[in-house]
């Protein structure tokens, strides 16, 4: 099990956005924008730390931290801030599964004075085009691989068309209703989201099993939770 959240910087305090994380029961748990004043309340928390033995924290000022934490070792680990991403592989009870965390940043809005006539989505999908070179990656190494994170495009997009061609989409095959994960700012009393831009995305051998939204904390993105089978054998599902 899995959950995946972008904290929005600048929302909420470390210790508010701990109170949060320790509501949520997953193996793992996919941050983005994650500040310092967050990891260093996670860091803090014997609830988090023993709950989460394993972590790998990358905090940043701005908009490009991100961590992970989870109950399964960590066997091998990367990061980089361009895009935004952690790659690790997890020592679980039925093999190794590659994780990717990603964060890569929205495209540009284009305005004609305060009026948007448009969005200029090439430096996001090249990002994504770089994610999906991990997935393919991993995949030709026979690894079974989930990508979780707040990936800044719709399902309607070229760019999710792109990255998630041949994975489990586990809201589109498991989950109910829209999906929506993201409202602004100003709307989070509605306590729902308004677009599906945070995915939960994995390759044969993870079927999702369930997908679920928690849109009633603070901030404009709601946390996604999801379940995995894990097939043995990764040639069928």
Same mark, same amino acid.
């Given at each position: 099990? #899995? ?20 509501? !949520? ?20 928390? &014997? @609830? +988090? /730390?023993?709950?989460? *033995? ?6 940043? #000022?701005?908009?490009? =931290? ?7 070792? !960590? %066997?091998?680990? &990367? ?26 940043? #929205?495209?540009? %809005?284009? +305005? #004609? ?7 200029? @989505?090439?430096? $996001?999908?090249? $990002?994504?085009?770089? !994610? ?11 690894? $079974?691989?989930?990508? +979780?994170?707040?990936?800044?495009? @719709?399902?309607? &997009? ?8 041949? %994975? ?8 109910? =209703?829209? =999906?929506? /994960?993201?409202? *602004?700012?100003? %709307?989070?009393? /509605?306590? /729902? ?19 679920? &939204? ?19 054998? !990764?040639?069928?599902?």
């Amino acid at each position: 099990s #899995a959950a995946s959240w972008n904290l929005e910087l600048g929302a909420r305090s470390g210790p508010d956005a701990v109170d949060v994380l320790r509501t !949520i029961d997953v193996d793992l748990i996919a941050l983005q924008e994650l500040g310092p004043d967050h990891a260093r309340a996670i860091e803090a928390s &014997e @609830t +988090l /730390t023993s709950t989460y *033995p394993h972590r790998a924290l990358y905090p940043d #000022a701005g908009v490009l =931290g991100m961590g992970l934490l989870s109950r399964d070792p !960590i %066997l091998r680990v &990367e990061h980089d801030q361009d895009p935004a991403i952690i790659e690790a592989v997890l020592d679980t009870d039925y093999g190794d599964v590659t994780v990717i965390d990603a964060h890569p940043l #929205a495209g540009r %809005l284009d +305005l #004609a004075g305060p009026v948007p006539i448009g969005l200029d @989505t090439t430096k $996001r999908d090249d $990002r994504l085009a770089r !994610i999906r070179t991990r997935i393919e990656a991993a995949l030709a190494r026979g690894e $079974r691989v989930i990508l +979780l994170g707040d990936l800044n495009t @719709t399902p309607l &997009e070229p760019g999710y068309l792109d990255i998630s061609e041949g %994975l489990h989409d586990a809201h589109a095959e498991v989950g109910q =209703g829209p =999906g929506w /994960t993201w409202r *602004p700012s100003r %709307l989070e009393w /509605t306590r /729902t989201g308004f677009i599906r831009i945070d995915h939960a995305l994995s390759s044969r051998g993870m079927r999702p099993v369930s997908a679920s &939204e928690r849109c009633d904390n603070v901030g404009d993105h709601c946390i996604l939770e999801v379940g995995f089978a894990m097939v043995i054998s !990764i040639g069928s599902d």
